[in-house]
């Protein structure tokens, strides 16, 4: 239920800023042109390794191959820690340039959705290193079991909310 | 152990991650491309954004096998979504330009 009412507040967030944007175009267009597609593509790129390597876990667990699910649950938390490093170069090259949140609408709601969907994949890295943890035992309980299989739903859906973040905030034309 | 874990990968949901990754990429070079018509460009963008987010859901999160009413959230949530942001962007935002 916590998976399913973050992606619809991020939905509403979403047409929050369609609607902002369609208010000053010409605003958004411009600074827009400041913000590299190159972060956010490779930012994509990262994130949908990671739930690769999740789901690989995923199924490793459930075939008892728990050594495997440590090497994938591994593998997406440097994809993680790689899509952390990018947006933190990126937001530290924004603001070396001058545009900050305050800057103008365009920015504030670049950082404001950016900065919401870091901070769930920070909760999604701490979810993965409980996992890993999980991982180490020989058997998992059946809770045990079913928070690995949600702790892999809240990484999916982190990856799904910034797909649509990359398209609306990187690609879209004004 | 690299045996296993290819076993693990080499089936459909590496071919769904090989989808996703040549979607990111057309619509990278989609929206790179300012010359040509924007505004077709962007519905195309949204449109390859929530097929992206679907494939995550039914493949990825495993809703495809999910009990009827988390597959309805998730088919819904892409198609009544996607379909409002297209309506706000043609109507808001393109009345302003032209």
Redesign the interface.
């Known amino acids: 239920m916590f998976i399913?009412g973050d992606?619809?507040v991020f939905?509403l967030l979403?047409?929050v800023f369609?609607?902002y944007?369609?208010?000053e175009?010409?605003l958004y267009a411009a600074a827009q042109l400041e913000v590299h597609?190159s972060f956010g593509?490779v930012n994509?790129?990262l994130l949908?390794?990671g739930?690769?390597f999740?789901?690989?876990a995923v199924?490793?667990v459930r075939?008892q191959?728990h050594?495997?699910a440590q090497?994938?649950i591994g593998a997406a938390l440097l994809c993680g820690a790689g899509f952390l490093l990018n947006k933190i170069l990126e937001w530290s090259d924004l603001v070396a340039n001058g545009h900050v949140p305050a800057g103008n609408n365009f920015f504030m709601y670049f950082f404001m959705l950016t900065g919401l969907h870091a901070f769930h994949l920070l909760v999604g890295l701490g979810i993965l290193i409980a996992m890993l943890a999980l991982s180490r035992r020989p058997s998992l309980s059946k809770g045990q079991f079913a928070f690995f299989e949600g702790g892999?739903?809240f990484w999916?859906?982190v990856?799904?909310i910034w797909?649509?973040l990359?398209?609306?905030l990187?690609?879209?034309?004004? | 152990?690299t045996g296993?874990?290819g076993a693990?990968?080499r089936n459909r949901?590496?071919l769904i991650?090989l989808v996703?990754?040549v979607a990111?990429?057309v619509?990278?070079w989609?929206?790179?491309d300012?010359a040509a018509n924007?505004?077709l460009?962007?519905a195309v963008?949204?449109i390859?954004?929530?097929f992206?987010?679907r494939l995550?859901?039914l493949?990825?999160?495993e809703l495809r096998d999910a009990p009827l009413p988390l597959r309805l959230?998730l088919e819904g949530?892409c198609l009544i979504?996607c379909t409002?942001?297209l309506v706000?962007?043609f109507?808001?935002?393109?009345?302003?330009?032209t």
């Open positions: 399913l992606m619809a939905a979403f047409g369609i609607y944007r369609g208010k175009p010409v597609r593509a994509t790129l949908l390794t739930s690769l999740v789901v690989a199924r490793a075939s191959m050594r495997i090497v994938a892999a739903c999916h859906m990856d799904l797909v649509v990359f398209a609306l990187y690609l879209a034309h004004s | 152990m296993q874990f693990i990968l949901i590496s991650w996703l990754v990111t990429l619509s990278w989609i929206g790179a300012d924007p505004h460009g962007t963008v949204l390859v954004a929530f992206k987010a995550i859901g493949y990825f999160m959230f949530y979504v409002t942001l706000m962007y109507t808001i935002g393109i009345a302003r330009t």
